[in-house]
């Protein structure tokens, strides 16, 4: 996480240093652009979003957009049976997934000229945020799924778990956790033609929900989410 955040930072103070404005640079009235998002809450991939600019004045534009992320507490570590290849997270009791939706302000720094340069934005945005807590099923050497139950010390052995369940298999019933979520960024566009997008963004998003998500069993669980991201973009604007 320490490594993520200091690059992030790194970026923010390059850009401020070293970037210069494009002359020649051209206006868009809309634009919509789609991405993947890597951040220090989730695993290798955080998962997805989608974002619809309009030009509000000059260099100023409204945002509209939605994520949906897969936040994983820092304690969850993969364990692979050998008999049978299969992964599990021993101790997980839930997952959660966050659905955000978002409005905010683009404001561009740096325009970029037609088809060279690069276009640099600062970014503000908020907005409710709405969490799944879905439970964590495991697979037992009896060839049982079942729900992972704190209270069931098999449940916590080795020894008595192969796998975990199937993908999805506790979305039916998952608890929603209402919340509210804040984000502060720079985006970096580049790309060759007038109306593709293609680039990243990066910087820090804090998501607050009104209880405690459980994540893992005996560990130290929370209801706020501080998070350094990356979220590499494509898209079309006109």
Do not use: C
């Amino acid at each position: 996480m320490k490594k993520s955040t200091i690059l992030i930072i790194s970026i923010f103070l390059l850009t401020f240093g070293a970037v210069n404005a494009q002359q020649g640079g051209y206006e868009y009235l809309k634009e919509t652009r789609w991405g993947i998002n890597k951040n220090t809450s989730s695993g290798f991939i955080g998962g997805i979003m989608i974002k619809h600019s309009i030009q509000k004045e000059g260099r100023m534009y409204h945002t509209f957009g939605v994520e949906l992320m897969n936040i994983t507490h820092p304690n969850e570590s993969g364990i692979r049976r050998r008999e049978t290849g299969s992964l599990f997270k021993l101790g997980k009791q839930n997952y959660f997934y966050a659905l955000r939706a978002q409005y905010g302000r683009d404001l561009i720094l740096f325009k970029k000229a037609p088809q060279q340069g690069a276009q640099v934005i600062v970014m503000l945005a908020g907005g409710p945020s709405f969490g799944f807590q879905s439970p964590y099923f495991i697979a037992l050497k009896n060839g049982r799924n079942v729900k992972y139950d704190p209270n069931n010390g098999q449940h916590r052995s080795i020894e008595n778990i192969i796998g975990s369940g199937k993908l999805f298999q506790g979305l039916p019933e998952s608890k929603i956790i209402l919340g509210a979520n804040i984000k502060l960024g720079l985006s970096f566009e580049f790309g060759i033609f007038k109306n593709a997008v293609t680039g990243f963004e990066a910087g820090f998003l804090l998501d607050a929900y009104t209880q405690e998500v459980i994540i893992m069993d005996r560990a130290e669980n929370r209801s706020v989410f501080p998070t350094s991201f990356i979220t590499v973009f494509w898209g079309s604007r006109k």
